[in-house]
T-cell receptor, first 114, second 115 residues
Framework: KAGVTQTPRYLIKTRGQQVTLSCSPISGHRSVSWYQQTPGQGLQFLFEYFSETQRNKGNFPGRFSGRQFSNSRSEMNVSTLELGDSALYLC?????????????FGPGTRLTVT | AQSVTQPDIHITVSEGASLELRCNYSYGATPYLFWYVQSPGQGLQLLLKYFSGDTLVQGIKGFEAEFKRSQSSFNLRKPSVHWSDAAEYFCAVGGYGGATNKLIFGTGTLLAVQP
């Protein structure tokens, strides 16, 4: 079974621009979660989507948003990029039901904001 | 609020030596606990998990962890470290408020393995 894929793997953007990152979960998984990883703040939960609905949300500003499609693929968008948004963005997929708490992570998208 | 503490930022062990990585959590109920490993430039790989039952859990790559409720700890162990184990290790807790997939991570422990 193919793992979680994320595209693109690397991205360079300019401050003020917006960016969209994509995540394709493992086949059959209905939950996709997004995390931001930085040297200063570590791994932080952004949000989770399940069956096209945002189910949980972390403490990030509204510039960070996401969505999930009917095939469970998810995108996250960051508008008005700031230098501090430079990070590794990881997505994780899971079955999503209450009995399965295992999340499988993709390789991440490295975003650099200049 | 729930939190996870990994007191050791960096650990160096010799190849073949035993390893123990510490993890303490703060959580009001029975936690769901995880250990992940991250190699440079890679995502996170799940090593093992604890939800309930036997407090000693076995994972992949020869790792095990023991849940001790009285100490709020979930330490990761390996009896004999291999050079390929060099990586960063993250302890995480989930399940707070019913948010099963909202993981709170520790700051990580970077493991170096000496030949």
């Amino acid at each position: 079974k193919a793992g979680v894929t994320q595209t693109p793997r690397y991205l360079i953007k300019t401050r003020g621009q917006q960016v969209t990152l994509s995540c394709s979960p493992i086949s059959g998984h209905r939950s996709v979660s997004w995390y931001q990883q930085t040297p200063g703040q570590g791994l932080q939960f952004l949000f989770e989507y399940f069956s096209e609905t945002q189910r949980n949300k972390g403490n990030f500003p509204g510039r960070f948003s996401g969505r999930q499609f009917s095939n469970s693929r998810s995108e996250m968008n960051v508008s008005t990029l700031e230098l501090g948004d430079s990070a590794l963005y990881l997505c994780a997929s899971s079955l999503g039901d209450r009995l399965s708490y295992e999340q499988y992570f993709g390789p991440g998208t490295r975003l650099t904001v200049t | 609020a729930q939190s996870v503490t990994q007191p050791d930022i960096h650990i160096t062990v010799s190849e073949g030596a035993s390893l123990e990585l510490r993890c303490n959590y703060s959580y009001g109920a029975t936690p769901y606990l995880f250990w992940y490993v991250q190699s440079p430039g890679q995502g996170l790989q799940l090593l093992l998990k604890y939800f309930s039952g036997d407090t000693l859990v076995q994972g992949i790559k020869g790792f095990e962890a023991e849940f001790k409720r009285s100490q709020s700890s979930f330490n990761l162990r390996k009896p004999s470290v291999h050079w390929s184990d060099a990586a960063e290790y993250f302890c995480a807790v989930g399940g707070y408020g019913g948010a099963t997939n909202k993981l709170i991570f520790g700051t990580g422990t970077l493991l170096a393995v000496q030949p």
